[in-house]
């Protein structure tokens, strides 16, 4: 079975970018984080930019190639993890989602923090490598909060809503483990989650450019 769960060697590629420590965002799927990145990414432009993932998966309704991913086929990002192109990737519902390494570097070299909104496995990647990133956990009130906010998506079937619901319980095990995220941060409610993560960005991430 080919394996994505693979580290690759970093010291070369990232000798090539800026000092700049990435940023990650890790959630459950449902637990908000897309919308407080957007929201983070709206009132900063100047400071942060976001790296686009690869995703074999198809677009939901409203998504666009190039905005919300680069939407490919399975034998294009397989080639381009083989060949080393890839920074992570990993497997999530039976699609294949990666970051590419160019992805990364174009985003350093304009000076601004790479915002990397990636799941479990690509965390554990991204940490492995000497990138040394900035990690926020968002974590969601609870499970039934979840099952809750995926079931108002309409893009589940029960079949697969319970599939996340199973990986949410893992991810947010992960996710409050102590030592594993620099922040994490309860999203029971947007504005008071986006404040806590602006501030933690403000106070350290922006300090640290």
């Known amino acids: 079975m080919f394996s994505l769960l693979t580290t690759y060697p970093a010291s070369a590629f990232f000798r090539m970018t800026s000092h700049i420590r990435p940023l990650i965002i890790f959630g459950p799927s449902g637990s908000g984080k897309g919308t407080l990145v957007a929201k983070m990414l709206e009132d900063f432009p100047d400071k942060f930019g976001f790296s686009i993932s690869h995703t074999t998966r198809k677009p939901r309704p409203g998504e666009k190639h190039g905005v919300h991913y680069y939407f490919t086929d399975e034998d294009t990002i397989r080639e381009g993890i083989e060949k080393g192109d890839f920074l992570e990737s990993a497997v999530y519902g039976g699609n294949i989602y990666g970051t590419s390494k160019a992805a990364v ?8 923090v790479c915002v990397l909104e990636i799941d479990v496995q690509g965390v554990k990647q991204v940490r492995n490598t000497d990138l040394n990133p900035w990690s926020v ?9 979840l099952r809750e906010r995926l079931i ?4 589940e079937s029960e079949e697969s809503l319970q599939k996340r619901l199973s990986k949410a319980a893992e991810e947010i095990e992960y996710g409050t483990t102590p030592g594993n995220f620099d ?6 409610d947007f504005e008071t989650a986006y404040q806590e993560l602006k501030q933690f960005v403000v106070d350290n991430v922006l300090k640290d450019d």
């Open 105 to 112: 570097e174009d985003i350093a070299k304009q000076g601004k």
């Open 152 to 155: 108002k998506r309409k893009t």
């Open 183 to 188: 922040k994490i941060i309860i999203n029971d």
């Open 137 to 145: 956990f968002i974590k969601p009130t609870s499970l039934d909060e």
